[in-house]
């Protein structure tokens, strides 16, 4: 399973970007799907997960601000991520049924 991210950048806060993440090598309709993140010096975490028949789960510091979505006929998952904070900073990996990991795209988001 390869995992291919990108859409991350810098932004002010405030701002919006919107992360995909292509998958090969698998069939990606059955594949459970995360967005992680890794703040400089913290631990890696779960940000947002989409299970193969669409439930969604959030973290509780990005509800109501990202959205996760994935169209499987483009093996693409994404994470549209609004209002965006300092706090939200990090490196973003994309993730298949907590097993493949992708590379990471960087957001930066100034104060």
């Known amino acids: 399973v390869q995992l291919q991210a990108s859409g991350g950048g810098l932004v002010q806060a405030g701002g919006s970007l919107r992360l995909s993440c292509v998958a090969s090598?698998?069939?990606?309709?059955?594949?459970?799907m995360y967005w992680y993140r890794q703040a400089p010096g913290k631990e890696r975490e779960v940000v947002a997960a989409?299970?193969?028949?669409?439930?969604?789960h959030y973290a509780d510091s990005v509800k109501g601000r990202f959205t996760i979505s994935r169209d499987n006929a483009k093996n693409t998952v994404y994470l549209q991520m609004d209002s965006l904070k300092p706090d939200d900073t990090g490196m973003y990996y994309c993730?298949?049924?907590?097993?493949?990991w992708g590379q990471g795209t960087l957001v930066t988001v100034s104060s």
């Open positions: 993730n298949a049924d907590m097993l493949h």
């Open positions: 989409i299970a193969a028949g669409g439930n969604i």
């Open positions: 090598g698998t069939i990606f309709s059955n594949r459970r």
